[in-house]
Nanobody, 115 residues
Framework: QVQLVESGGGLVQAGGSLRLSCAAS????????MGWYRQAPGKLRELVAS???????NYADSVKGRFTISKDDAKNTVYLQMNSLKPEDTAVYYC?????????WGQGTQVTVSS
């Protein structure tokens, strides 16, 4: 069973940058589709970005050109580099791993962008 631990959230001013990290346990990390989701107060959880085992990436329209997802299979870690942050990016960010029928979530990390 994969376990995920996020880090890197915090408070940043609009226009600033943050990098989120998600460390995964287990040997099946490299076969997973890894994703970052976010959930703002009163809103549904939404996909921010994902990366397949082959390195194909997908982004929400709202973050294209500002956010970059990447992974390091040697470190069992997936990253989300967030640049040009906006107040509307404020949310709890969750890491997700999908391997076959298994769907695992991290505990979430808060990102707050002040105007």
């Amino acid at each position: 069973q994969v376990q995920l631990v996020e880090s890197g959230g915090g408070l940043v001013q609009a226009g600033g940058s943050l990098r989120l990290s998600c460390a995964a346990s287990g040997s099946t990390f490299r076969f997973a589709v890894m994703g970052w989701y976010r959930q703002a107060p009163g809103k549904l959880r939404e996909l921010v970005a994902s990366v397949t085992s082959g390195g194909n990436t997908n982004y929400a329209d709202s973050v294209k050109g500002r956010f970059t997802i990447s992974k390091d299979d040697a470190k069992n870690t997936v990253y989300l580099q967030m640049n040009s942050l906006k107040p509307e990016d404020t949310a709890v960010y969750y890491c997700n791993a999908r391997i076959g029928i298994s769907n695992v979530w991290g505990q979430g990390t808060q990102v707050t962008v002040s105007s």
